[in-house]
């Protein structure tokens, strides 16, 4: 059987030491803004997009990409990571679905989410958290452990 591979974007969005997270309706967990890379998006566009379309705020990627002189090309933002996760993974074990996932790291100015997107979730499932919010919270191991990141980028970045 063959795996079907999708290309998502994920930015961790500070806003003055906490990120915003919301809880997913079907998965029952917090995650950050994110999706699909459409077919005529680059990763750190469409993380651009979701944050958008879910939140309704403008980020700036926190990017230490180094440039490179390349008369043909361009420097893209490097994600802070990459994950690959199992998104459907059958009784038999296998895995038929997976996000191999860019995360980016971002500022926003505003702690003011309204949904810009269609069928977006409400304003209301969405929180901030700060460091020490993410380590009382139940919150999954890597979704504290890239939240913690990102408020030390964009603290480090000032």
């Known amino acids: 059987m063959e795996t079907t591979r999708h290309f ?3 930015v961790y969005i500070v ?3 906490a990120v915003a997270l919301h809880r997913h ?3 029952g967990i917090r ?3 994110g999706g699909h890379v ?3 998006e680059l990763p750190h566009e469409a993380g651009l997009r979701e944050v958008r379309e879910e939140t309704g705020l403008v980020a700036e990627l926190l990017d230490e990409t180094d440039p490179v002189a390349a008369p043909a090309g361009e420097t893209l933002p490097d994600p ?3 994950m690959l996760y ?3 993974v059958r009784e038999d074990g296998r895995v038929g679905h997976q996000h191999v996932d860019h995360v980016y790291y971002a500022t926003v100015d505003s702690r003011e989410i309204d949904p810009d997107g269609h069928d977006e979730a409400d304003p209301e499932v969405w929180a901030w958290y700060d460091a020490a919010d993410l380590q009382e919270s139940d919150v999954d191991p890597d979704t504290v452990q890239f939240s ?3 408020i030390d980028a964009a603290e480090r970045a000032g």
């Open 15 to 17: 806003n003055d030491g």
């Open 80 to 82: 802070r990571r990459q």
């Open 31 to 33: 995650i950050p803004p």
């Open 86 to 88: 199992d998104i459907d």
């Open 148 to 150: 913690l990141e990102a």
């Open 25 to 27: 309706e079907r998965l």
């Open 38 to 40: 459409d077919r005529d």
């Open 8 to 10: 998502t974007a994920t």
